[in-house]
T-cell receptor, first 114, second 110 residues
Framework: DAMVIQNPRYQVTQFGKPVTLSCSQT?????MYWYQQKSSQAPKLLFH???????NEADTPDNFQSRRPNTSFCFLDIRSPGLGDAAMYLC?????????????FGPGTRLTVL | KNQVEQSPQSLIILEGKNCTLQ??????????LRWYKQDTGRGPVSLTI?????NTKSNGRYTATLDADTKQSSLHITASQLSDSASYIC?????????FGAGTILRVKS
């Protein structure tokens, strides 16, 4: 089945220790998104890729970086995680434009910062 | 400012009962409106998606309505089941971006 896969599902890191979250998709969608969702809050868009074009949200901290080596994979790098970065990180994909731009979400990676 | 507001914040109902969740938005220009269901610890899953010209869309026991004039939408759940316990998120799209509501947490009790 075509899907959005996130690994790992749970990640524990130490304060200041870099961490990388992974997302892969079998939908062959052009657009990939990374969201941060804190407890009982709406997902907050960090950035998205339209093919290889990277689009950063204005209020996304520099601590968050992303890489998209190919269509299928996208990585979220947190260079120096702080306690406030503990959250669920959601990856989503879509085709560009119109109704077909429905976003399909992965199951998320829950990040704990000790 | 583009905003999506949902009410109530949380809701508890008995299994088998119906319920209606509300969504008001100020997003402009408006492309479409979606309702997502998010189980605890999981990613959101799409329930319905409607353009401005659609008034209602059903998906099994879920029926969404949209009034583009008043910028209001509702999600009606019929004959609720325990598995309906989740957060329901209203999302409005403009361009290639989404504006998320904070969600309504629904708990269905037996």
């Amino acid at each position: 089945d075509a899907m959005v896969i996130q690994n790992p599902r749970y990640q524990v890191t130490q304060f200041g220790k870099p961490v990388t979250l992974s997302c892969s998709q079998t939908l062959n969608h052009n657009v990939m998104y990374w969201y941060q969702q804190k407890s009982s809050q709406a997902p907050k868009l960090l950035f998205h890729y339209y093919d290889k074009d990277f689009n950063n949200e204005a209020d996304t901290p520099d601590n968050f970086q992303s890489r998209r080596p190919n269509t299928s994979f996208c990585f979220l790098d947190i260079r120096s995680p702080g306690l406030g970065d503990a959250a669920m990180y959601l990856c989503a994909t879509s085709r560009p434009g119109g109704l077909s731009s429905e976003q399909f979400f992965g199951p998320g990676t829950r990040l704990t910062v000790l | 400012k583009n905003q999506v507001e949902q009410s109530p914040q949380s809701l508890i109902i008995l299994e088998g009962k119906n319920c209606t969740l509300q969504c008001n938005y100020t997003v402009s220009p408006f492309s479409n409106l979606r309702w997502y269901k998010q189980d605890t610890g999981r990613g959101p899953v799409s329930l319905t998606i409607m353009t401005f010209s659609e008034n209602t869309k059903s998906n099994g026991r879920y029926t969404a309505t949209l009034d583009a004039d008043t910028k209001q939408s509702s999600l009606h759940i019929t004959a609720s089941q325990l598995s309906d316990s989740a957060s329901y998120i209203c999302v409005v799209e403009y361009g290639n971006k989404l504006v998320f509501g904070a969600g309504t947490i629904l708990r269905v009790k037996s």
